[in-house]
């Protein structure tokens, strides 16, 4: 069964940078993607980034795009969301999520396993 754990969260001012990671544990990925997305409070959750686990294609939410970037590193089975020139409205509950099948990368219905999340809030 795999497993997935965010961190990096925290608290930043406008404008700064935070970097979050994706450890993936138990089954190693051969195919499919990861995903992030977020969830304000009362909010629905919103795709952020995905990128292919076999591959270089990367996927971003316009609202992130040219902001945030999307890694791997398949060997060590790991996910990475680089944050910069951030804003309040990124301040989210930030979750990790995996997908072995088909279907859009920017649906959460596509994606099998899910971390517990991460907060980052930004400060203004």
């Known amino acids: 069964q795999v497993q997935l754990v965010e961190s990096g969260g925290g608290l930043v001012q406008a404008g700064g940078s935070l970097r979050l990671s994706c450890a993936a544990s138990g089954r190693t990925f051969s195919s499919g993607g990861v995903g992030w997305f977020r969830q304000a409070p009362g909010k629905e959750r919103d795709f952020v980034a995905a990128i292919r686990w076999s591959g270089v294609s990367t996927y971003y939410a316009d609202s992130v795009k040219g902001r945030f970037t999307i890694s791997r590193d398949n060997a060590k089975n790991t996910a990475t969301l680089q944050m910069n020139s951030l804003k309040p409205e990124d301040t989210a509950v930030y979750y990790c999520?995996?997908?072995?099948?088909?279907?859009?990368?920017?649906?959460?219905?596509?994606?099998?396993?899910w971390g517990q999340g991460t907060q980052v809030t930004v400060s203004s």
């Open positions: 999520a995996a997908r072995n099948g088909g279907g859009s990368y920017y649906s959460p219905e596509s994606y099998d396993y």
